[in-house]
């Protein structure tokens, strides 16, 4: 589904589907994300794993390496993971 409202022809939209990041973004919401926009720290990005794709907030914790945090951490867990596809 392409993304209403926004200059980036590339821009897409994605249904919240868990609490993992509630209470941010509760199951239901749908959110627009751009593959363009500049990530910074505390930024909810799309993570793409073999178990489906999720979002998180990541965090830079080295130059190769980044926290994907969801915001419930009551329920759900951060990880470490190898940076990639730096520019």
């Given at each position: 589904?392409?993304a209403?409202?926004?200059?980036d022809p590339?821009?897409?939209?994605?249904?919240i589907?868990?609490d993992?990041?509630?209470?941010?973004?509760?199951?239901?919401?749908?959110?627009?994300l751009s593959?363009?926009a500049?990530v910074?720290?505390?930024?909810?990005?799309l993570?793409q794993r073999?178990?489906?794709?999720?979002l998180?907030?990541?965090?830079?914790?080295?130059?190769?390496?980044?926290?994907?945090?969801?915001?419930?951490l009551?329920r759900?867990?951060s990880?470490v993971?190898?940076a990639?596809?730096?520019?």
């Open positions: 589904v392409g209403a409202n926004t200059d590339d821009a897409f939209t994605f249904e589907t868990d993992s990041m509630s209470p941010q973004f509760i199951e239901g919401d749908v959110v627009v593959p363009a500049q910074r720290d505390g930024d909810a990005c993570v073999e178990s489906g794709d999720t998180r907030l990541v965090f830079r914790q080295a130059k190769d390496k980044l926290e994907l945090r969801p915001v419930n009551r759900h867990q990880a993971v190898a990639s596809g730096e520019q």
